[in-house]
């Protein structure tokens, strides 16, 4: 005679079960089994490198509070971009470091068809073909006051003239080759007017990435440093154009104007202290989703980790997951040719 054992109650719901039965750390055991219930990946595929580019030839500058970062010339863009192709980076993001003598008050040397960001795209894409292209959108680097915009007489940035500038730097950079124009600006109407300029001038596959949530943050300043506008922005600051800290439920508005305006990804920035913007994007408008590891961000690590306060690879690898966990298809980061090889290296190994 068989000796019926005692069961507990089938289809029991997960959430029903308790110790022994369940134990959570049996998949945590071994390497591969934790490999196979992992919930996200990070590839090179997600990384997007922000670079610094000059003036010259064979032209390299340290930018002092972002170690490891360098403005280089576009002959030595050129040659790291190379490196971007190999690791297999996708796309690249571009930021002018304009000369003093080429900045005004209305910024307009931001589209003319021979300015720095419109050479270094002709050269990518020339030497490049398959690597992307982003080019950033925004006055700043060229205004003598460092603003995003054009402004009055009492420093106020003038929303509609500025969109009309921003129309003629994208098309510029179209012009010019660039896969994605990225507006940073945060004008309002921005994008529906780019979009329509480019529809018009034939530029139907032009990608528009909208820095739709963009953030009047304090994690931005070794950025102003790099492209040269701190100086020129002085105390002032952009909180009446970029978004406040506090507010999350009007980021979820921005975003969806800028895709009914016709944008094709969309941009949260800053990136770790803003994680509950790109959860909420992600979730509740599931669209191409961007965040942006801000330069403040990337100065902090690399202090800790010099410090020796912190294991600079692995809170580097750490943060760039915790944005992927969030909801992020791309991050713009500038770990990304660091993280590339730490991943191809443990590929390898």
Known sequence: MFRRLPVSKPHLPLSGRSFPFTRPRRNRASDF????????????????????????????????????????????LVEQAAELVELGIPAIALFPVVPAEHKNLSGSGAWDSDGLAQRAVRALKQAHPELGVITDVALDPFTTHGQDGIIDNDGYVLNDVTVEALVNQALSHADAGADVVAPSDMMDGRVAAIREALESAGYVNTRILAYSAKYASSYYGPFRDAVGSAGNLGKSNKATYQMDPANSDEAIHEVAMDLAEGADMVMIKPGMPYLDIVHRVKTELQVPTFVYQVSGEYAMHMAAAQNGWLDGDAVMMESLMAMRRAGADGILTYFAVRAARLMRDRQRA
């Open 33 to 76: 089994s934790r490999r196979m219930v992992r919930e996200n990946q990070l590839t090179a595929d997600n990384l997007i490198y922000p670079v610094f580019v000059l003036e010259g030839e064979n032209q390299r500058e340290a930018v002092p509070s972002m170690p490891g970062v360098e403005r280089l010339s576009i002959d030595l």
